[in-house]
Nanobody, 126 residues
Framework: DVQLQAFGGGLVQAGGSLRLSCAAS????????IGWFRQAPGKEREGVTC????????HYADSVKGRFTISSDNAKNTVYLQMNSLKPEDTAVYYC???????????????????WGQGTQVTVSS
């Protein structure tokens, strides 16, 4: 079975930082795309960032560009999301998701992802 586990969330003040991790089991990051998504109460799930294991290409939502960084350690089957300069509007449950693909790019469309982690809460206080 494929399992994705996201952890590292918490409560942080505005301007602070958090680092989320997504660890995969039963799934190797070769030929895959890994994405981070978030969902705030009453809002639709939003694509935050993603990375392609084929060539390391990344994609970011405009709302997080310059503040968030995605990276992967394929040997550890783990993807990280470094979040800096956090804002109250970043408050949400953050999910990691994965799909198998040999395409050298990834998308922020959550419908393209087959496997999902359970989510980790990020709360940014003002």
């Amino acid at each position: 079975d494929v399992q994705l586990q996201a952890f590292g969330g918490g409560l942080v003040q505005a301007g602070g930082s958090l680092r989320l991790s997504c660890a995969a089991s039963g799934f190797t990051f070769d030929d895959s795309a890994i994405g981070w998504f978030r969902q705030a109460p009453g809002k639709e799930r939003e694509g935050v960032t993603c990375i392609s294991s084929t060539n390391g290409s990344t994609h970011y939502a405009d709302s997080v560009k310059g503040r968030f960084t995605i990276s992967s350690d394929n040997a550890k089957n783990t993807v990280y999301l470094q979040m800096n300069s956090l804002k109250p509007e970043d408050t949400a449950v953050y999910y990691c998701a994965a799909r198998k693909t040999r395409l050298g790019y990834c998308t922020l469309n959550h419908r393209h992802y087959s496997y999902w982690g359970q989510g980790t809460q990020v709360t940014v206080s003002s």
